[in-house]
C-alpha cells in the first residue's frame, strides 16, 4: 500500500506543480525554445519558430497520432475527461472522432482517476495513448476499460488485451507497435479508483503493472514494475527498433535492448531523476519526452543522452485557472516535421527541422 499511495501523492503534486510557484501562483510566460548544448538547434528546429494553438477548453488531451489523407491529413488524440477521441484538420477545426473511447460502463463511482485540472477536481475516465499498428488501423489504450482495443475499418471494436492468466489488467496507459506488428504496451493502476484506496487493494486483479506484448493473438509480460523499478506509462522505440524508451513513474526515463524474439534485455538509466509521459523519436533517434501535468515543456534529448533543446509552453496567470501541460506529442503533416503537442486544455503545432518516425498510412 505504502507504494501505491506514493504513487498517488506523486501524481497529485505534480498537477498541482504546472506553471506554478510552491504559494500556488501562475508564472506567466511566452513560448520559448530553450538549447540546451552547444549546437543543440541545429537541424532541429529554427529557434525563431512560433507555437500555433490548434484548440482550446479541452478536457485533459493526450495520445496523439496523424493520420494521411487526401485534404492534407489529420490528427486523432484522446481526450482524458470527455472519454472521446477527437479529431482536428485545418478546414473543420476539432470534431468528435470516436465516442466512449475510455470507458462504456455506468460505474463512475470506481472508475477511472480522480485527479486536478488547474483548480478543478475532475475525472478522468477517457481513453489514453493511440497509435496505429502496421496495417494502418487505430489502436488505443481503454484505461478505464482495462482493455487495449483496435477500431476495424468497418467501425467495430476488437479487444486486444484486456487481461493476463485470467487477470483483469488495472489501466492500460501508452503503446507502441514494432514494424513486424509485436504490440508493447504498459499497463498502470489509473484505470480504477479502488486500487488506490486503503483496504481496497483486493480490488485489483492483477498484483503488478508492466510492459506486456502481443504477437500473434500471444500476450507476455516483457517487464513487470519490479524489473523497472516503477510503474511504467509511456514508451516508444528508437528508429531502428534496437532499443525502447520507456517511462518509470516519473523517476528515471529507461533504455532497454529489444531482442529479435521481442524481450526487453540491459536495461539502463537514459535520463535519470526526470521521468515523461509520453515519449516519441526523429529519425535522428532525439527522444521527446513529455514533463506530464509538471510544467509544460517538451524536452528533446540526443540518443547519446544529451539534452539538446527545450521548449517551453505559454502559460498564463489569469482565472478561471488555465492547466497548460505536456501528455503527450506526435509527428504529423506530409513532411513528418509538425510536432503536435497534446497540453491538457490546449494543443499546439510546432514547426521542426527534423523529421519524426511514424506509421504513414491513410487511415
Not at 513560448?31 to 490548434?54: H, M, Q, R, S
Not at 487477470?167 to 509485436?182: C, Q, T, V
Not at 520507456?246 to 533504455?255: L, P, T, V
Not at 533543446?309 to 478561471?320: M, R
Amino acid at each position: 500500500m505504502k507504494g501505491i499511495v506514493t504513487i498517488l501523492q506523486a501524481a497529485t503534486l505534480a498537477l498541482l506543480a504546472c506553471g506554478a510557484l510552491a504559494d500556488g501562483k501562475v508564472v506567466p510566460r511566452e513560448f520559448t525554445i530553450e538549447e540546451n548544448a552547444p549546437g543543440g538547434l541545429k537541424g532541429l528546429i529554427d529557434p525563431k519558430a512560433k507555437i500555433e494553438v490548434l484548440g482550446d477548453r479541452y478536457g485533459l488531451t493526450e495520445g496523439g497520432v496523424w493520420i494521411d489523407d487526401a485534404d492534407g491529413g489529420h490528427l486523432l488524440f484522446a481526450d482524458l475527461i470527455s472519454n472521446v477521441i477527437y479529431r482536428w484538420d485545418r478546414k473543420n477545426g476539432t470534431t468528435v472522432f470516436l465516442e466512449n473511447a475510455g470507458y462504456t460502463g455506468d460505474d463512475l463511482y470506481k472508475a477511472g482517476t480522480q485527479t486536478l485540472r488547474g483548480r478543478m477536481h475532475v475525472l478522468l475516465i477517457g481513453p489514453n495513448g493511440i497509435a496505429l499498428d502496421p496495417e494502418g488501423r487505430l489502436v488505443w489504450c481503454a484505461i478505464t476499460d482495462r482493455k487495449v482495443v483496435r477500431l476495424e475499418k468497418d467501425g467495430t471494436r476488437t479487444v486486444i488485451a484486456d487481461r493476463y492468466e485470467g487477470k483483469r489488467f488495472s489501466g492500460p496507459n501508452d503503446l507502441a507497435y514494432r514494424s513486424d506488428g509485436m504490440l508493447y504496451f504498459t499497463d498502470t493502476i489509473w484505470g480504477m479508483r479502488g486500487a488506490r484506496e486503503k483496504g481496497k487493494e483486493s480490488e485489483r486483479e492483477l498484483p503488478f503493472t508492466g510492459i506486456f506484448t502481443v504477437k500473434d493473438g500471444k500476450l507476455a509480460v516483457a517487464l513487470d514494475d519490479k524489473a523497472l523499478g516503477a510503474q511504467p506509462n509511456g514508451i516508444a522505440f528508437s528508429p531502428d527498433e534496437k532499443h525502447l524508451y520507456a517511462n518509470a513513474d516519473f523517476k528515471n526515463i529507461m533504455r532497454y535492448d529489444v531482442q529479435p524474439d521481442g524481450s526487453l534485455t540491459n536495461g539502463k538509466v537514459f535520463v535519470p531523476g526526470e521521468g515523461s509521459d509520453g515519449i516519441k523519436v526523429d529519425v535522428k533517434g532525439n527522444v521527446y519526452t513529455t514533463a506530464g501535468a509538471g510544467p509544460g515543456e517538451v524536452r528533446i534529448t540526443s540518443p547519446e543522452g544529451v539534452r539538446l533543446a527545450t521548449l517551453k509552453l505559454p502559460l498564463s496567470d489569469k482565472e478561471p485557472r488555465a492547466q497548460v501541460c505536456t501528455t503527450n506529442v506526435a509527428f504529423g503533416d506530409a513532411d513528418s516535421k509538425g510536432l503536435y503537442i497534446m497540453a491538457c486544455e490546449v494543443n499546439f503545432r510546432v514547426q521542426m527541422l527534423v523529421e519524426g518516425v511514424r506509421v504513414k498510412t491513410k487511415y
